[in-house]
């Protein structure tokens, strides 16, 4: 399976008081990644936005925390496919303590459903968009 990597930095605004990345905030680094991966697959939200007035949105996240990342530490985030419908997506996200010891700190399972941005209904992902995703699983990001 292909993945996407990208890095980010753990800043103060991540951590609480003891230094230690808040949970909450992985759901806002795997944002980032998501839309990253994507836009790397030749799949840009926004242009998905302007040209079919389609969105992904998060139906369902399921994060299991492994070791904590701290305040400076560098983390890499791995994202891949790992299946495919008419109207959704279901990625794996791997968050590793990338300046550590490559320690994984968390996994999130992330199903991503494609609405209309009209009445937000479910909608089917345009072909273009379908093989330009299906890259993540194929070896071409």
Same mark, same amino acid.
């Given at each position: ?39 790397? $697959?030749?799949?840009?939200?926004? =242009? /998905?936005?302007?040209? &079919? ?6 139906? #369902?996240?399921?994060? !299991? ?39 994984? $700190?968390?996994?999130?399972?992330? =199903? /991503?459903?494609?609405? &209309? ?6 909608? #089917?992902?345009?072909? !273009? ?13």
């Amino acid at each position: 399976m292909a993945t996407h990597k990208i890095r980010f930095r753990v800043y103060y605004e991540d951590t609480d008081a003891g230094g230690i990345v808040y949970h909450a905030r992985y759901l806002g680094f795997a944002e980032r990644a998501r839309g990253e991966a994507m836009r790397s $697959a030749g799949a840009s939200v926004t =242009e /998905l936005l302007n040209t &079919s007035g389609l969105v992904f949105v998060v139906r #369902k996240v399921d994060i !299991r925390y492994r070791s904590p990342l701290r305040l400076d530490d560098e983390m890499e985030i791995e994202t891949a496919l790992l299946s495919q419908t008419p109207a959704r997506l279901v990625l794996q996200q791997t968050v590793r303590n990338y300046s550590g010891s490559n320690e994984v $700190a968390a996994v999130l399972d992330v =199903e /991503l459903a494609c609405l &209309s941005a009209k009445d937000m209904k479910p909608a #089917k992902i345009p072909s !273009r968009w379908c093989d330009a995703i299906k890259k993540l699983e194929a070896g071409e990001v």
